[in-house]
T-cell receptor, first 113, second 117 residues
Framework: KQEVTQIPAALSVPEGENLVLNCSFTDSAIYNLQWFRQDPGKGLTSLLL?????REQTSGRLNASLDKSSGRSTLYIAASQPGDSATYLCAGGDSGGYQKVTFGIGTKLQVIP | DVKVTQSSRYLVKRTGEKVFLECVQDMDHENMFWYRQDPGLGLRLIYFSYDVKMKEKGDIPEGYSVSREKKERFSLILESASTNQTSMYLC????????????????FGDGTRLSIL
């Protein structure tokens, strides 16, 4: 059974800093890896999805990488802004069936002006 | 933009009541999902549906049922609400592209915070 871990649980950085959020998973047969953002009291917003055949995906200031052999994914945020403050969740997609995913608990990011 | 709408943001019910949570998506997505989110436990899948009238149990289906009579609407039913079902409930949907659903992102609603007293 897939297990997804995100460390640290919380992170505080000054505005403008580049930062990396970490995600690890136990089953290297992962089908895809998604990164989501969740604002307080809200649902999840999909940021990036990396297929198992890919090594990275980019969207604006965000870059996500996937290393199946080491069981790790990272989300890189360049030039962080206070508006980036949120909880970031990663989710590993199952290889079988209808897109069953396993979520990490998330990293709560605070960007200090 | 995909819109997933959950009927209530906040809901308070009493123990033993039958509770209905409604979710509607406007993008003709085949897949729909119900999750609950609890502090320290993250998101856990309750049920999902890959077509009208089709459903599959997720990781924690006990105490819940679902209904999908129309493609755009997926309902979660708490048959007899209990205090341990107090939680944030999130609905999601995703597209099937060429028969392949596993590489399409899930789109989420804003959630329903349900309190059972």
């Amino acid at each position: 059974k897939q297990e997804v871990t995100q460390i640290p649980a919380a992170l505080s950085v000054p505005e403008g800093e580049n930062l990396v959020l970490n995600c690890s998973f136990t089953d290297s047969a992962i089908y895809n890896l998604q990164w989501f953002r969740q604002d307080p009291g809200k649902g999840l917003t999909s940021l990036l999805l990396i297929q198992s055949s890919q090594r990275e995906q980019t969207s604006g200031r965000l870059n996500a990488s996937l290393d199946k052999s080491s069981g790790r994914s990272t989300l890189y945020i360049a030039a962080s802004q206070p508006g980036d403050s949120a909880t970031y969740l990663c989710a590993g997609g199952d290889s079988g069936g209808y897109q069953k995913v396993t979520f990490g608990i998330g990293t709560k990011l605070q960007v200090i002006p | 933009d995909v819109k997933v709408t959950q009927s209530s943001r906040y809901l308070v019910k009493r123990t033993g009541e039958k509770v209905f949570l409604e979710c509607v998506q406007d993008m003709d997505h085949e897949n729909m999902f119900w999750y609950r989110q609890d502090p320290g436990l993250g998101l856990r899948l309750i049920y999902f549906s890959y077509d009208v009238k089709m459903k599959e149990k997720g990781d924690i289906p006990e105490g819940y049922s679902v209904s999908r009579e129309k493609k755009e609407r997926f309902s979660l039913i708490l048959e007899s609400a209990s205090t341990n079902q107090t939680s944030m409930y999130l609905c999601a949907s995703s597209y099937v592209l060429g028969g392949e659903s596993s590489n399409q992102p899930q789109h989420f609603g804003d959630g329903t915070r349900l309190s059972i007293l």
